[in-house]
């Protein structure tokens, strides 16, 4: 990217009075580079440490496993013939109608599935759905540790970018 730049360290080519535009004359045109937050002549950026790319890509992982198993994003198809959620919240969610079933003698409950349609389930259902729901989470964390693993073996910066932080939720995962 090109920016104004009016001065520059000579030995580190760190750019300080950097700017998007000016007609000043202490100001010329580079090509600049950013490396955590500071603009540096092109090719000069200080290279991250594999250390360093480790543990970006770690909480990378860590984020995106938040958001599956918190935030309603997975889901799994139930034996039952519906797709139902597959996260933490959905756990919660029939455990406290498989209580609220055993403690009522209830027969049945209404359960809202994943596409928010409503479904009769018994509580021999529900315990399907949950055991479903546990084996499907399951995946997703041995999937976790699988990345995890592939992230720490890693050996070189290249090899860390090529780790694809991917659940396969698109396809359903294997349990």
């Not at 950026?45 to 918190?70: C, G, H, T, Y």
């Not at 109608?97 to 809202?112: H, K, M, P």
């Not at 259902?125 to 997703?140: D, P």
């Not at 890693?154 to 694809?164: P, R």
């Amino acid at each position: 990217m090109k920016k104004y730049v009016k001065k520059f360290d000579e030995m580190t080519k760190r750019c300080f009075d950097v700017a998007e535009y000016t007609n000043s004359p202490e100001y010329t045109l580079q090509e600049v580079e950013m490396y955590k937050g500071e603009f540096y002549l092109q090719g000069h950026a200080p290279k991250p440490m594999l250390n360093e790319v480790k543990k970006d890509k770690l909480s990378e992982l860590n984020r995106s496993f938040e958001q599956i198993s918190e935030n309603g994003n997975a889901s799994c198809f139930s034996s039952l013939g519906f797709e139902i959620n597959a996260d933490e919240a959905a756990n919660r969610n029939i455990s406290n109608l498989i209580y609220a079933l055993e403690r009522t003698g209830q027969e049945t409950v209404q359960f809202c599935a994943f596409d928010n349609c409503f479904h009769e389930v018994s509580l021999a259902g529900l315990k399907t759905m949950k055991l479903e729901i546990i084996s499907h989470m399951h995946g997703i964390y041995r999937r976790k540790w699988e990345l995890r693993e592939h992230i720490n073996a890693a050996e070189t910066i290249d090899d860390v970018n090529a780790v694809e932080i991917d659940f396969g939720l698109d396809e359903e995962i294997r349990h």
